[in-house]
């Protein structure tokens, strides 16, 4: 019950959310471990811009 | 469900058993302070929660460790708390939650034990149904962020609250999880711009990295713009960098060429090194020494071979005649001939053995080759990381000095230091690589002349060893000196440029040379930034949630409540609905709510702020008792502790109208007070419910004494019917009113008659006429009275409730007050 309530609201932010970054943290969020998940997430694309910009 | 029955033990206050029954509309428990009230509320919370809402709220928990149990309960004793529920289906269960040592709790229902209450709700989304003296504290009269919190648990919305608080977390603290390779990347990048800041000819670079919103192109063309001026034009963007380097070397030439840096290992190639070693030591492998060793037999083999091409020939001469011996011409029968060949095919196998080793032998100087021109190149590649102290001599160091000192001092010094010791171990590395080089030329010798020696190979290997454990020092000087070799560089080419006049192209070959980077930063930055936004976003969104709630569910529910408390000579300062606090530009705030007030149409800061203490009370309770209607719960009752805190009479007054609206509505109602006046109020105003009401009358080490009064003495009642008969406008109501009183106060009488007679308590609010005629009788009454008693019920159900069709006559009220009092004589008897 409470992993659909979240996804929920995930979706209807999601909906409100114009930066792709942004939709992929919200996406990401995970109630068992919130800060893990979102941090993990930001961190794949901080790398991912990193590694982008080289080609 | 409702309450039927509570009985504790050893908790809290209570030190003794102690059993109490609850009416199914109102009971009422009227205690002065400090004489256990508040252990009443506590046992149900405690049953139901496992904890109090104080333990709960504490700041310091250490400070209620073992304050269930009560003090003086013996130890071995198990405290407990049990309540008979009655069910929808007026089925009783039993709960019973038990206190161990460890402060653990064993719960039971219907004395079979059981891990959580069988209850179809999880217990902690569900408003509780207890309206407790300090509740409007944590409601009300907190921090916004923590009144947000608890309006988002009573409003069923904790999980939205939580998530909303994950994520303000997440966007506050995002230097957590920027991973190491970025941190450096824009701490490269920040030191560059800092550069650019210090020298005033590349200003409109600095201009453009001092923007609040930095574009990457635009301090691309910036860059590149002031390249131009440098290198000129018609030359191609991907030349750039080339020529400012260039044209920088060639300024700072005359005082000096090249760098001061010790290059550092990358980790491919400290592996590349070890893999090189392995082959190394595999040259001198137990294995390779065999195939080396066995070349000896070779020597041997040479006179084999000669004999095997001389028999060879032989062979072929005697296919063409078999009868004369190809040697010396003598004639030859077939067993020499089978001689002859057999020795041949002999020949031949050994010589097959002599190929075979023959190639092992260019095998074997294939390896040492390989190993000399391995060991060359892997040589080469350690050199080159101090090359640029290799080019070093005396003169350029004195060179050096003129342009470190005075105020770089310790920067000579260092580089000196450095050069010194590379020589030296450079000077061992190349002695050592001699070494190995002159043992590889001689095993390549001792093969071409067949003097294989297993000695040499073991000279081999010490030398190797001799050799490695030289690169090996001179790979942790490397390792040790690269930062300070870079750090006195960096000092170094800044004292050139000084002097050649070249900061600007040094910062320019550096931002040309950065370009990918800078524009990896600006977009890193970029993200990072946003994540204001990001959180901006999920808080309106989680605020819209709850303004949705509060605004208007929420609002118009407490204002119903609360307009019953409003009294006539009320000033127009109150309550006016729940809100978000919002910012100049019109924005919702996040997590603030407010609770808005108004003072005669005009709207006040807040109510916190503006309302009396009593108006906030009220409207605390309000929202309380909001809630609890709100959704579903398993509960049909509420548990009110001490609820007029500071009001005056008339509010007071008004609130019992709430009770009365509260049992009306279907809720089972404990009260609780230390207020004698306002309780008697109560029972007065609330008299046909005809509740049950306890009194705590002392309090020992045993805990409460508890005491049930009736609920309104029979005079009281017979006083009230009295005074309905002498107004001659009583309505019907007033009419059927004071009937029901005659008929509670019969009951009343009864139970008082009897106790006189027989020393035994009955409970009055169960009786019906078959009880009170049985009783009656047994206490001796006239039995033409107890008919006449018996004639008060005719017209009423067991609860007393009149039937339908009945119609109330003053005269026969006028008669059954008279057989009342006629009754009560008899407790003067």
Request: proline fraction near 2%; include cysteine.
């Amino acid at each position: 019950m409470t992993k659909e309530i979240i996804k929920q609201y995930i979706d209807e932010i999601s909906e409100k959310l114009k930066d792709q970054y942004h939709r992929r943290l919200i996406q990401a969020y995970d109630k068992e471990k919130p800060l893990i998940s979102l941090e993990s997430e930001l961190e794949k694309i901080l790398l991912e811009v990193m590694s982008s910009e080289d080609q | 469900m409702k309450i039927n029955n509570l009985t504790v033990q050893g908790f809290r206050g209570f030190n003794d058993k102690k059993s109490m029954n609850f009416h199914d509309k109102l009971t009422i428990i009227l205690a002065p302070n400090s004489y256990g009230k508040t252990s009443i509320s506590e046992a149900f919370e405690w049953l139901l929660y496992g904890k109090t809402s104080r333990v709960e709220k504490a700041d310091s928990k250490e400070e209620f460790k073992g304050s269930y149990r009560n003090i003086h309960f013996p130890e071995k004793s198990v405290p407990f708390v049990e309540i008979t529920f009655l069910k929808n289906d007026n089925s009783e269960v039993k709960y019973c939650s038990k206190l161990n040592n460890s402060e653990t709790i064993k719960r039971f229902v219907d004395d079979k034990e059981v891990k959580s209450w069988p209850l179809d709700y999880d217990l902690s989304k569900i408003p509780k149904p207890f309206i407790l003296q300090h509740a409007l504290k944590y409601l009300l009269l907190v921090k916004p962020d923590e009144r947000f919190q608890s309006f988002a648990l009573i409003l069923g919305l904790e999980e939205l609250n939580l998530f909303h608080k994950d994520i303000v977390s997440f966007c506050t603290k995002t230097d957590t999880c920027i991973p190491t390779d970025v941190k450096t990347l824009i701490s490269n990048i920040d030191n560059i711009e800092c550069r650019v800041q210090r020298v005033k000819s590349l200003e409109n670079i600095a201009k453009e990295f001092k923007k609040e919103s930095l574009n990457f192109n635009n301090i691309n063309s910036a860059i590149i713009n002031e390249c131009g001026k440098v290198v000129g034009s018609g030359i191609a963007n991907n030349q750039i960098f080339q020529k400012l380097k260039e044209i920088r070397e060639n300024k700072i030439s005359k005082y000096f060429k090249g760098n001061l840096q010790i290059l550092e290992y990358s980790k491919e190639e400290l592996k590349e090194n070890l893999e090189e070693e392995k082959f190394f030591f595999s040259c001198i492998s137990q294995d390779t020494i065999k195939k080396y060793t066995d070349l000896i037999a070779l020597s041997t083999f040479q006179f084999i071979l000669e004999k095997a091409a001389f028999f060879d020939m032989g062979v072929n001469f005697l296919e063409k005649d078999k009868k004369e011996c190809p040697f010396c011409g003598q004639d030859i029968d077939e067993n020499i001939v089978e001689h002859i060949k057999s020795n041949h095919r002999n020949l031949l196998k050994e010589k097959k053995k002599t190929e075979d080793l023959q190639n092992q032998k260019n095998e074997v100087l294939g390896i040492y080759e390989k190993l000399k021109s391995r060991l060359n190149k892997y040589n080469d590649r350690q050199i080159e990381k101090s090359k640029a102290f290799l080019n070093l001599d005396l003169n350029i160091l004195e060179k050096l000095k003129d342009i470190f000192y005075p105020d770089n001092e310790k920067y000579y010094k260092t580089i000196k230091g450095i050069y010194k010791k590379n020589n030296e171990l450079v000077k061992n590395i190349v002695n050592s690589k001699g070494d190995v080089i002159d043992s590889i030329e001689t095993i390549k010798k001792s093969i071409e002349e067949s003097k294989e020696d297993s000695k040499l190979i073991k000279d081999l290997g010490e030398n190797i060893s001799a050799y490695l454990s030289n690169i090996n020092l001179y790979i942790k000087f490397v390792m040790s000196k690269n930062l300070d070799s870079v750090e006195a560089d960096k000092i170094l080419q800044g004292k050139l440029d000084e002097k050649a006049g070249t900061e600007d192209i040094s910062v320019l070959i550096d931002l040309v040379g950065q370009l990918k980077n800078i524009k990896k930063k600006i977009k890193i930055l970029a993200i990072l930034n946003s994540l204001k936004q990001f959180r901006k976003i999920i808080d309106q969104y989680v605020t819209s949630k709850v303004l949705e709630i509060i605004s208007g569910e929420l609002t118009s529910e407490v204002m119903k409540w609360y307009s019953q408390i409003k009294t006539d000579g009320d000033p127009d300062v109150h309550f006016s609905g729940f809100d978000i606090e919002r910012t100049k530009k019109g924005e919702l705030k996040a997590r603030r709510v407010q609770i808005k007030a108004r003072s005669y149409d005009k709207e006040l800061v807040s109510a916190v702020s503006s309302l009396s203490e009593s108006k906030l009370n009220a409207l605390g309770l309000c929202v309380s008792i909001a809630i609890n209607f709100k959704g579903d719960s398993p509960f049909d009752f509420l548990i009110i502790d001490d609820p007029i805190q500071s009001w005056d009479s008339e509010h007071e007054t008004q609130f019992i109208e709430i009770i009365r609206n509260l049992i009306e509505k279907g809720k089972q109602v404990i009260l609780l007070s230390h207020n004698a006046q306002w309780i008697g109020m109560v029972r007065k105003g609330c008299r046909t419910i005809n509740g049950r009401f306890y009194e705590i009358t002392g309090y020992t080490k045993k805990g409460p004494e508890l005491l049930e009064s009736p609920w309104i003495s029979w005079k009281a009642r017979l006083q009230e019917v009295d005074a309905i008969l002498k107004d001659n406008r009583a309505s019907i109501v007033r009419l059927q009113q004071a009937e029901e009183e005659i008929r509670l106060a019969i009951c009343d009488i009864t139970s008082d008659i009897f106790y006189n007679k027989k020393k035994i308590i009955k409970n009055p609010g169960n009786f019906n006429s078959t009880i009170v005629r049985k009783l009656l009788i047994e206490c001796g009454v006239n039995s033409n009275l107890i008919d006449r008693i018996y004639q008060t019920f005719e017209t009423t159900d067991e609860s007393h409730h009149p039937s339908i069709s009945y119609t109330t006559q003053r005269q026969r009220i006028k008669k059954y007050h008279g057989w009342c009092h006629e009754l009560a004589q008899y407790l003067e008897k």
